[in-house]
């Protein structure tokens, strides 16, 4: 097991043991008259907030440079993307260096270097908000987006016997959002195409916004309202993990009792066996994934009193719709005299 794997074991058990031990103690501080609530939660992704990508790779699947085949057994391919996604804007670079053999047995090697400047195939934030499929630039009303491409602008270098040549490229770039558990995914351009897995991938989600409906019972009694958070997490994609935290509240309910707001904290698991294949990618490099996220919450209300519980949520496919089961106590703090 590597390194990496053994300490997301370590901060899941952690987490698993800890946050309960925590969670009794907070209802025990107040008075055992507590009102058991049950609620769902239906809703999603308002703004993805600020994502930042890591890849690196990998082990060559296939390529092809000027339509002929590259043969993977003897090859050897070195890659790396980063980005920041803010809103609908994006930062990075991205380089590779690709070494093969000709047909004539002769060494070959590509490199390139790139300044990503723009995405493609995006999906857009809130959902239903207008823009225009695959296109790279947008109109104003969205609030951000989760890219499938990142645009390269760079140059590559080809080393072929004893000739150097260098020229300007424009390289589309598969994030590995869309294939979880190490690929493959690839990159193109007009003339070069490459499949490959990755050894790491890692995206840092923050400030997302999510939003929706709430209803359910307070002992028996039905109550309804909006909830309102803002997640922070820490997705290993290599391994389909991802730890969350961040704010929540309830506002508008019908009962004042569970207006309130909190911290939560979680961690989500990508399932595995339930992808849906990508239209119009090349075969194994792209599936649409869901999300399965638990944790445990706790928050105060204006009355003095608290609401402390735990959730389990169902993602869509792709995830980014959601619905949560809440199982909590509302509490109300000790009469002193």
């Known amino acids: 097991m590597s390194k990496q794997a053994l300490d997301m074991k370590m901060r899941m058990a952690w987490f698993a043991l800890v946050i309960p031990l925590l969670l009794v103690g907070s209802v025990a501080a107040y008075s055992s008259q507590s009102q ?11 703004s993805p907030g600020v994502q930042t990508y890591s890849i690196q790779g990998g082990q060559l699947v296939s390529a092809s440079i000027s339509g002929t085949p590259v043969n993977p057994g003897s090859s050897f391919l070195r890659y790396d993307l980063s980005a920041i996604v803010s809103g609908t804007a994006v930062t990075g670079t991205a380089s590779f260096d690709l070494v093969t053999q000709t047909s004539h047995r002769a060494r070959m090697e590509m490199s390139g270097t790139f300044e990503i400047e723009a995405m493609a195939d995006a999906v857009f934030f809130p959902l239903g ?6 296109a790279v630039t947008f109109p104003a009303g969205c609030l951000g987006e989760i890219p499938a491409m990142f645009i390269g602008i760079g140059t590559v270098t080809v ?21 979880p558990f190490g690929g493959p995914i690839f990159f193109n351009s007009s003339q070069i195409v490459v ?4 050894s790491r991938a890692s995206i840092q989600w923050t400030d997302v916004q999510m939003g929706g409906s709430v209803v359910g019972t307070v002992s028996g009694t039905p109550v309804s309202g909006s909830f309102g958070m803002l ?3 820490s997705e290993d994609l290599r391994f389909g ?14 009962n004042p009792a569970l207006d309130a ?21 090349p075969t194994g490099t792209c599936y649409e994934t869901g999300l399965q996220s638990y944790g445990f919450f706790f928050m105060n209300n204006e009355l003095g009193g608290a609401l402390v519980g735990q959730y389990a949520t169902t993602w869509s ?4 719709l959601s619905s949560s089961t809440v199982s909590a106590f509302l509490t109300s703090p000790h009469n002193h005299h």
Not at 37 to 46: D, E, P, Q, R
Not at 168 to 179: D, H, R, T, V
Not at 241 to 254: A, K
């Open 36 to 46: 058991s609530v049950s609620l769902t939660m239906a809703g999603g992704v308002v």
């Open 159 to 179: 080393w072929n016997g004893s000739s150097v040549t260098t020229a300007p490229l424009i390289m589309g770039f598969e994030s590995a959002y869309l294939n």
């Open 261 to 281: 707001s909190g911290y939560f904290f979680g961690h989500s698991t990508i399932p595995m066996g339930s992808s849906l294949a990508c239209p119009g990618f």
């Open 231 to 233: 997640v922070n997490s």
């Open 129 to 134: 908000c207008s823009s225009v499929s695959g």
């Open 195 to 198: 499949a490959a897995d990755y």
């Open 241 to 254: 993990q991802e730890m969350d935290h961040g704010l929540i509240s309830f506002f508008g309910m019908s």
């Open 317 to 320: 496919t792709p995830a980014v």
